[in-house]
């Protein structure tokens, strides 16, 4: 049976692992291109978009953010981060992934099915902490996770869709 810890820590950690990885593989393939990798930090891409060190922040914070919001009972935008280069931004998501290591399936069992609330100024969401990491977390996390991908895709680092999916789950179950 698969449990709230599963689908929230559990997935916070292959996303985050997957996305170190295509940074890695992005810094790779600009040091042997003789590119300047930190072209890339300065990259949006719409001007109306945030830039990549925000899409990483927002990795971080929709991932090691969010299951300590969801022991807090609370969760609200990502905090400001230092201004970084990209290796000091693939340091910041290795700790994150270090961070949510430490986190237990009981700690998170504990507060399953607790109401939690997203705050932003005066606004506010109620959730479940089910449905918080279901219907916000989630996909605030694939979202900002791909638009990372896209960025480095588009830069010309060749990714597929595997470096993205990472280590998935697979098997079947014993007969």
Same mark, same amino acid.
């Given at each position: 049976?698969?449990?709230? %810890?599963?689908?929230?820590?559990?997935?916070?950690? &292959?996303v985050?692992?997957?996305?170190?990885a295509?940074?890695?593989?992005?810094?790779? =393939?600009?040091?042997?291109?003789? #590119?300047?990798l930190?072209?890339?930090?300065?990259m949006r891409?719409?001007?109306?978009?945030?830039?990549?060190?925000?899409?990483?922040?927002?990795? &971080? *914070?929709?991932? #090691? +953010?969010?299951a *300590?919001?969801?022991?807090a009972?609370?969760? +609200?935008?990502?905090?400001e981060?230092?201004?970084?280069? %990209?290796? +000091?931004?693939?340091?910041?998501?290795?700790e994150?992934l270090?961070?949510?290591?430490?986190?237990? /399936? +009981?700690?998170?069992?504990a507060?399953?099915?607790?109401?939690?609330?997203?705050?932003?100024?005066?606004f506010?969401?109620?959730?479940?902490?089910?449905?918080? /990491?279901?219907?916000?977390?989630?996909?605030?996390? =694939?979202?900002? /996770?791909t638009?990372i =991908?896209d960025m480095? &895709?588009?830069k010309g680092?060749?990714l597929?869709?595997?470096?993205?999916?990472?280590?998935?789950?697979v098997?079947?179950?014993? /007969?």
């Amino acid at each position: 049976m698969t449990t709230l %810890y599963d689908l929230s820590v559990g997935t916070y950690g &292959r996303v985050l692992t997957s996305t170190i990885a295509v940074m890695e593989k992005g810094a790779k =393939y600009f040091d042997e291109q003789g #590119l300047d990798l930190n072209d890339v930090v300065q990259m949006r891409l719409a001007p109306d978009m945030a830039a990549f060190p925000f899409q990483v922040n927002s990795v &971080r *914070h929709h991932s #090691l +953010g969010a299951a *300590h919001g969801m022991m807090a009972g609370k969760f +609200g935008p990502p905090p400001e981060i230092p201004e970084l280069d %990209y290796r +000091g931004l693939m340091g910041l998501l290795s700790e994150a992934l270090t961070e949510l290591g430490t986190i237990k /399936a +009981g700690d998170i069992a504990a507060v399953q099915g607790k109401a939690m609330h997203f705050r932003a100024g005066s606004f506010e969401l109620p959730f479940t902490t089910d449905n918080f /990491a279901l219907s916000f977390s989630l996909p605030n996390l =694939y979202f900002h /996770a791909t638009t990372i =991908y896209d960025m480095l &895709r588009i830069k010309g680092v060749p990714l597929g869709k595997l470096d993205f999916l990472g280590k998935m789950l697979v098997g079947l179950p014993k /007969a």
